[in-house]
C-alpha cells in the first residue's frame, strides 16, 4: 500500500533546539511505503539550509504520523455498516482480470442464478470505476486473487422476515491458487458477503487494476435486527420502475433488506389489481400506473438481492382515490374519507385486494395503515350515521370496529399484520396478537408496545423521516430502537426500524439524494452490534462520507453530509471532505 500526503507548512516554524533558535519555512513531502513491521518512509525537505538537527526533528515528525498511519482504529475502516467482528493484516493482493466465482461444496443449486447474477453486479461494479489496464503477468502470482469461493450451506432460495443473512468472509494473504471465500447459511447471506468484499477492494492509480488492501481479512457478520427498513410512497408522486429499482440497488449496498412501499393514498391508486380493476383509475394518468407484471417484477427485483417487499394499503383513511373507480367506497360526494364503514362493499373490496396481494406480495406481513384517520364526517353523513346509531358506536368505536375487521381478512389470507401506532394508542389491548405496531409519532411508544407484548418497529419522524430536511444524518445515526428497552424479552419484540421517504415533495428528481447518505446512518445502527456503535457520531464521519462517495461511484446520486438533507455541495471540494 502506498499513500503520498504533502504537508505545507505557509507559515513560520520557531523551536530551540539544544541552545540554538531558528526560524524556517518548509515544505514536507513524505512518501509511505506498506504498513507495520514493513512501512518505511522517505523524508524531503524543501528548505536550504536546514540543520542535522533540525532534520532530525522533521525525522520523528514522520515517524509519529507513519505510526499514526499504522494505528489505524478498527472503527475507521471504509467498510459500511461496520461488521460485527473485522481482522485484518497489512498485505495487498491484486484482482486478477478472470476473476471467477467457484461454488463447489456448497448446497445452494443457484437454480436461478441469484448468486451468479450477484458475483456478476460486484465485479462490475468494481470495474466500471476506471478503465482497468491491469496486467497479471507483471505481477508475482502469490499476489493475484485468482476469485471467490462461496459455500452456501442451504439449498433454498426462500427469502422471508428472519431468514438468516449471517456470513463470514476470508481474503487470504497467501496460497496457490489464492482465493476468497465466503461461508454463509443461506444465499442471501452470501449476498451481504459479496458487498463487503466488494467494499475491501479499490482501484489501485499505479497499477491500474482492482486491489485488496490489508490482506488477510477475516470478518464474521450478522445484522442485529431482522427488520431494517426503507419506505418509499408512490401515492404522492409516481416513481418509475426503473427508479424503484435503483433505490432496492442502493439498498443492498447498505445492507438494508425491506422495501415498504406505500402504495396508494389519498392522492393516487396506481397499481393494477385484477380483483377490482377499476381502482387504478385513481392514478393520476394512466402512464403513471404500475402493471400487475409491474408489482411482480419489483417483487422478484428485490428478492435477488435479498429484500423483502412490505406493501401497504392505508384503511380507512387516507383512501379518497379508491372512489374514483368506485364511488360506492365513498360515504358521500362531501365525505370521500375514511371508507364507508357501513358499507359491506368496502370489506369486499379490501378481501379482494389482500386476495390480489396475495399473488405478488410473498412477505409475511402486510402493512394496513390506520394513522390520522378523522371520523367526524362518518357522524355527519345521514346513511353512516343511521348504521352507527343501529349498531351502538361512535366514531371512535367504528374506527376500531374497521381497523379489527381489517386485521381478520388479513390474517384469513395468511398475513401478519403492520399497523401504524395509532391503532395503539386508541384500542392497543384489542389489537389481535399478531399486530406489529409501526411507531412514528414519537418516543415512549415502543415502550408501551413490548410491554403490551405486542411487536414494534421504530420509525420516529423526528429522526428518521428523511422527507424532514432538518433530520441531520447525525441524529439518524444516534436514533436507538431499544431506548429505555432493557428487559431482553421485550428487546427481541422491536423488530427493528424503518426510515421513511414521504412523497409530497420527493419525485425521480431527487428521491436518491434526499434518502443518501441519512439512510445509510440509519442501515448501520440496525445492522451493526451496540456496542461497536459510534457514541460520538462525528467519529464515523469520514467512513460514512467515504460511503456516500462509493455511492456516488456507483452511479446513486447521494447528497453531501453537510448542511440539511438533499441539499447541494456548499463549495468546490473533494467529496470525502463534504
Not at 140 to 151: F, N, R, W
Not at 154 to 175: C, F, I, R
Not at 285 to 301: K, L, M, N
Request: hydrophobic content about 40%.
Amino acid at each position: 500500500m502506498e499513500i503520498y500526503v504533502l504537508l505545507a507548512f505557509s507559515s513560520l516554524w520557531g523551536f530551540k533546539i539544544l541552545g540554538s533558535k531558528t526560524s524556517v519555512k518548509v515544505s514536507i513531502f513524505i512518501h509511505i511505503v506498506g504498513r507495520g513491521k514493513n512501512c518505511g518512509a522517505f523524508l524531503k525537505v524543501e528548505r536550504m539550509g536546514i540543520t542535522r538537527l533540525e532534520g532530525i526533528f522533521l525525522w520523528h515528525l514522520v515517524c509519529v504520523f507513519v505510526i499514526s498511519a499504522n494505528a489505524v482504529d478498527i472503527t475507521q475502516l471504509n467498510i459500511w455498516p461496520m461488521p460485527k467482528s473485522v481482522s485484518y493484516g497489512y498485505g495487498n493482493l491484486h484482482l486478477s482480470n478472470e476473476f471467477e466465482l467457484r461454488t463447489d461444496g456448497s448446497k445452494f443449486a443457484d437454480a436461478s442464478s441469484i448468486l451468479k447474477d450477484a458475483f456478476k453486479r460486484s465485479l462490475d461494479l468494481l470495474r466500471s470505476t476506471h478503465e482497468l489496464e491491469f496486467h497479471a503477468s507483471k505481477i508475482d502470482p502469490s499476489l493475484v486473487l485468482k476469485g471467490i469461493h462461496v459455500v452456501v450451506s442451504s439449498p433454498s432460495d426462500e427469502l422471508q422476515h428472519g431468514t438468516d443473512e449471517s456470513y463470514e468472509l476470508h481474503v487470504p494473504a497467501k496460497g496457490n491458487p489464492l482465493y476468497a471465500r465466503i461461508e454463509a447459511k443461506t444465499v442471501y447471506g452470501a449476498l451481504h458477503g459479496l458487498e463487503t468484499f466488494s467494499q475491501v477492494c479499490h482501484y489501485n492509480i499505479s497499477s491500474r487494476g482492482i486491489q485488496v488492501h490489508q490482506v488477510p481479512w477475516t470478518i464474521v457478520d450478522q445484522p442485529r435486527f431482522s427488520y431494517r427498513g426503507l419506505l418509499i410512497d408512490t401515492s404522492r408522486h409516481y416513481l418509475p420502475v426503473l427508479v424503484i429499482k435503483k433505490v432496492i440497488d442502493s439498498m443492498a449496498y447498505a445492507k438494508l433488506n425491506v422495501l415498504h412501499w406505500h402504495i396508494v393514498d389519498t392522492q393516487s391508486f396506481p397499481l393494477e389489481l385484477p380483483s377490482y380493476p377499476k381502482l387504478w383509475d385513481g392514478a393520476y394518468s394512466v402512464p403513471e400506473r404500475y402493471t400487475f407484471a409491474d408489482g411482480e417484477e419489483i417483487v422478484s427485483y428485490a428478492k435477488r438481492r435479498g429484500i423483502n417487499v412490505l406493501a401497504e394499503i392505508d384503511v380507512p383513511g387516507h383512501a379518497e382515490s379508491w372512489g374514483v373507480g368506485y364511488p360506492a367506497l365513498w360515504p358521500s360526494k362531501d365525505c370521500k374519507q375514511p371508507l364507508d364503514v357501513s358499507n359491506e362493499f368496502t370489506f369486499k373490496l379490501i378481501d379482494g385486494i389482500l386476495s390480489d396481494f396475495n399473488k405478488i406480495f410473498k412477505y409475511k406481513f402486510v402493512h394496513l395503515g390506520g394513522d390520522e384517520v378523522n371520523t367526524s364526517c362518518w357522524e355527519t353523513t345521514p346513511h353512516v350515521r343511521k348504521w352507527l346509531q343501529k349498531n351502538r358506536m361512535n366514531g371512535s368505536e367504528a374506527y376500531e370496529y374497521f381497523v379489527l375487521r381489517a386485521q381478520k381478512i388479513a390474517l384469513s389470507h395468511g398475513y401478519d399484520i403492520i399497523n401504524w401506532e395509532e391503532t395503539f394508542n386508541s384500542f392497543g389491548k384489542k389489537l389481535n396478537p399478531k399486530t406489529v405496531v409501526h411507531n412514528w409519532l414519537g418516543s415512549g411508544v415502543a415502550q408501551n408496545v413490548v410491554k403490551a407484548g405486542l411487536r414494534c418497529i421504530v420509525s420516529n419522524q423526528d429522526k428518521w423521516y428523511l422527507d424532514h430536511l432538518d433530520a441531520f444524518w447525525q441524529g439518524v445515526y444516534s436514533n436507538e430502537p431499544l431506548t429505555n428497552i432493557t428487559d431482553p424479552k421485550e428487546q427481541a419484540l422491536v423488530l427493528g426500524g424503518e426510515v421513511c421517504a414521504w412523497a409530497e415533495h420527493i419525485d425521480a428528481s431527487d428521491i436518491e439524494q434526499t434518502i443518501w447518505p441519512r439512510a445509510a446512518a440509519a442501515a448501520e445502527r440496525l445492522w451493526t452490534p451496540y456496542d461497536k456503535l459510534a457514541k460520538d457520531p462525528e467519529k464515523i464521519k469520514s467512513r460514512l462520507s467515504y460511503f456516500r462517495c462509493l455511492l456516488n461511484q456507483r452511479g446513486v446520486a447521494a447528497a453531501p453530509l453537510d448542511g440539511y438533507g438533499r441539499e447541494a455541495p456548499i463549495e468546490p471540494g473533494s467529496c470525502y471532505l463534504q
